[in-house]
């Protein structure tokens, strides 16, 4: 991160990431240590912008959402106030660091539909770990920023490093951080990410995984996801596009298996959900090297090589109830910019 601050304001931009091997279930709540090591990559079509400023003459903080960049003539619609909190939380997190009251004023920007299903917590909470700190002056090393972006949301940590990242659970605060396992550049992939329902999750991440251990699945697939994340690190290195698709599948069902067998359980696919997963095996079946993977929610991302982009995209537009799509290429992680959202 070049830029030094001496003006107490600045600019981040980070990415979503979509988890290849997914972060579910914590080991420690607040400091949010995950129960196991996880590997994404950094969605380019998912992209967070926030400014911040600190001010002595502040006597709140302020953060204001803008209307995103594909709905311009939307009104400015705000967090709510849980939202708020938690990023003023963060916000204070920095503050502390670097030993100052000051508010700060903060506006956020994404370049996706807030409501889409994209991980804007993990964008977001990113963004602003890199702008804040930056903004207050404290020289950070990237390990660092992790380590504090994931305090805000787990996930976030792994927006910070650049393309496919992995997210070592560690045993404590200090050594559970993420790094850059290959650059952005490194594998032209793609993740078509498949909206299939805009509204808001019904569970939030936070809240479902405190039931993670009611399930009866959570220690197999914690006994697996070490043998996953070497699988996965080896279908990276050879990009072997048959290893990564299995291991992508297997580890995502292994998850959902773990969230419908919770107490309650969480069931975050519908209908089509299921008949896109249903598609694509068929669609393999005809040779189309397409894989599905599925977050906490009904949404699907769709992966496969660069080459195989634009057949998939057309057997896409067959697909029933898809309300739109996010084509999304490995991205940097987070990073300072010189243009201020205010
Ligand atoms: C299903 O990072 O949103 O997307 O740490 O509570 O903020 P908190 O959770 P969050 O969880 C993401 C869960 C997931 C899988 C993943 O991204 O690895």
Redesign the pocket.
Known sequence: MVFMNNNLKATAVAPA???LI???G?AHEDL?IPLNS?I?MNMSGAITTTTIEFSKHLTRDSVTLLPDKTNPSEETKDFSDKEADRIVRQISRIRERAKTSMFARVVTQNSFPKSSGA?S??SGFAAITVAASEALGLRLSQKELTILARL?????C?SIPDGFVLWEKGNTSEDSYAYSLYPSAYWDLRDVFVIVDRSAKKI???DG?KNVTTSPFLRDRLERVPERIELMKTALQKKDIELFGHVLEEDCLS?HLVMQTQVPPAFYWNAITESIMKSVAAWRADGLKAYFTI??GPNVHLMCEAKDEKELSENIQTLPGVQSVIINKPAPGAHLVSDHLF
Do not use: L, P, Q, V
């Open positions: 990431n979509i988890a997914k972060y579910w914590k949010r996880s994404s991980a917590s993990a805000g949301s787990g996930s976030a792994r939030s991440t936070s995984m998850m977050d906490a």
